[in-house]
């Protein structure tokens, strides 16, 4: 299985007792993607993000990147995953100018 996008250098607070951090995320698309093309062809702008597909230890996620694979990095930050995230869930990530991963917004749970 080949992702769209993993995201590691992060410690991600899951919120899961049994495994309440996470170094890597995998998701299904670009989870920093805001515009929608539509059927017709034109773009409409609005929180389009991805699919969580994967939550765990960056060397296990990595594994699941492919050659077309976006990778991103949250540069050491500390995130929260918002409450409601499960695997599924659509997710928007924020970059700064220097492409690290900001912020993370559930865009709409399962």
Request: with cysteine; charged share 15%.
């Amino acid at each position: 299985m080949s992702v769209g996008a993993v995201l590691t250098q992060v410690m991600v607070a899951t919120g899961d007792p049994r495994r309440p951090w996470a170094t890597g995320l995998a998701f299904d698309g670009d989870p920093t993607a805001t515009t929608v093309i539509t059927e017709r062809g034109d773009s409409a702008r609005g929180p389009l993000g991805a699919l969580l597909a994967a939550i765990g230890a960056a060397a296990e996620i990595q594994k699941l990147a492919g050659p077309d694979t976006r990778l991103l990095t949250a540069g050491g930050r500390s995130l929260t995953l918002p409450q409601g995230t499960v695997i599924g869930s659509r997710l928007l990530l924020a970059v700064d100018a220097q492409g690290c991963v900001t912020d993370i917004s559930l865009v709409s749970p399962t």
